[in-house]
């Protein structure tokens, strides 16, 4: 959003303002007051115009410019209705340059998880992606997968939902012995040997969908708690996330707390064979600790499977 049209919002958020005072406050013309009232309706903002002045009766439920509106978090929202992918437009703009931008939208046409694996995205989601650019080796790039999972959790609980971490990048809702998957998180990254260039967070979050819109065992907000705010879910998801990544040394101890697969037996397919036994710890930056009937074995990536107690 624009300085001066958030600004403008601002002026007229706590009460009637009229133009020329908004004018006179912002240093700007009527004429241009005007054209930024326009262009918020036309974003979704119920703004009443009356002798007192202009006053923001509402906010739309989703969007890019609504959910910059109040975020307590510097990224600027690109917001599309429907994309192919969040995380394929993330990192044009990464090659171009940009950093702290949100890609979001309501659908995905194309969306994938970890390994390519197919991702429906329907309509009422929130799909986004985060394009950072950390001073960080690329080595310690996992933590911020751990980040967005405990941010997601996090406006998940605070939505009613009793959500949980699966390692390394689900989030998820557990009734009696089956899980459920709520989120999805996949990063990608481009750097060198010392260096990232840039980090692309994606989240996947089944908001106000059906589960019948879904891929089996999978759930939504709305089929856990009914429909949510995505406006105000996102904002929580963008202003946890980046107070994660401001203070790393709190990744792993948030995400511990969190976690639903600290004290289950697992099994994790892992690029040099499979490993069995109980997921006893995480150390930074995402790295798993299994004990097996052999010792400890510290896993950094693969599929992991919730097993049932012996």
């Not at 329907?122 to 986004?128: A, D, E």
């Not at 009613?160 to 996949?186: E, M, Q, S």
Request: aromatic residues 6%; charged residues 30%.
């Amino acid at each position: 959003m624009q300085d001066t049209r958030h600004a403008v919002l601002d002026a007229i958020a706590d009460g009637p303002m009229p133009g020329p005072a908004i004018a006179d406050r912002l240093d700007v013309s009527r004429a241009a007051v005007w054209k930024h009232i326009e262009a918020l309706r036309e974003a979704g903002f119920a703004i009443e115009g009356g002798d007192d002045g202009y006053e923001l009766v509402s906010t739309p439920e989703f969007g890019g410019e609504a959910v910059e509106f109040g975020l307590d978090a510097p990224f600027e929202v690109e917001y599309h209705d429907s994309i192919s992918s969040t995380n394929d437009r993330a990192r044009e703009l990464a090659a171009e340059g940009r950093e702290d931008v949100v890609v979001l939208a309501d659908e995905q046409t194309g969306g994938r998880g970890r390994l390519d694996r197919e991702w429906t995205a329907p309509s009422g989601g929130i799909w986004l992606s985060i394009i950072l650019r950390p001073t960080v080796p690329p080595a310690s790039a996992p933590a911020f997968t751990l980040a967005a999972a405990v941010a997601t959790t996090r406006a998940a609980r605070e939505a009613g939902v009793d959500a949980a971490i699966k390692w390394p990048n689900d989030v998820l809702v557990t009734h009696g012995d089956t899980d459920r998957k709520l989120t999805g998180i996949l990063t990608e990254m481009e750097g060198e040997a010392d260096r990232v260039s840039w980090v692309v967070v994606g989240i996947g979050i089944n908001a106000n969908v059906e589960a019948a819109d879904l891929v089996a065992g999978a759930t939504s907000l709305r089929e856990e708690t009914g429909d949510v705010n995505r406006r105000v879910f996102t904002q929580r998801v963008l202003e946890e996330f980046h107070e994660l990544r401001s203070d790393p040394d709190a990744v792993v101890p948030a995400w511990r707390e969190l976690a639903d697969t600290l004290g289950r037996r697992v099994r994790v397919d892992t690029s040099g064979g499979e490993v069995v036994g109980e997921a006893v710890d995480i150390e930074f930056p995402g790295t798993l600790v299994i004990e097996t009937d052999d010792g400890p074995v510290r896993v950094s990536a693969g599929d992991c499977e919730h097993l049932r107690p012996v």
